[in-house]
């Protein structure tokens, strides 16, 4: 499986974006798949993740509320839906995809996308 995401910019607080990770490859429909994030000189945290079917979905406490994990496996693509950006939600967000639960755990996606920049500003 091979990941592309897109859809970061710079963006003020309170404003929204919404990522975008397009799969290739015939399992995607099969994979459980989640967003990373990595401010800089921090280590990449789980963000969301989204079991093969959408039945599941995990959140870290720190987006809870405001980010929407979602998929479309028609069209292999996998979405975050970013509201009320604060500024520290700036960072490269990852998209990645693995066994087919919403692991929060980075040892459980072996497949992994280049990155997509998010900027938020006060």
């Known amino acids: 499986v091979q990941l592309q995401a897109s859809g970061g910019g710079l963006v003020q607080a309170g404003g929204s974006l919404r990522l975008s990770c397009a799969a290739s490859g015939r399992t995607f429909s099969s994979a459980g798949m989640a967003w990373f994030r990595q401010a800089p000189g921090k280590e990449r945290e789980f963000v969301a993740g989204i079991s093969w079917s959408g039945a599941t979905r995990n959140y870290s406490d720190s987006v809870k509320g405001r980010f929407t994990i979602s998929r479309d496996n028609t069209k292999n693509t996998v979405y975050l839906q970013m509201n009320s950006l604060k500024p520290e939600d700036t960072a490269v967000y990852y998209c990645?995809?693995?066994?087919?639960?919403?692991?929060?755990?980075?040892?459980?996606?072996?497949?992994w996308g280049q990155g997509t920049l998010v900027t938020v500003s006060s």
């Open positions: 990645a995809g693995g066994a087919g639960g919403a692991s929060p755990y980075r040892s459980e996606y072996e497949y």
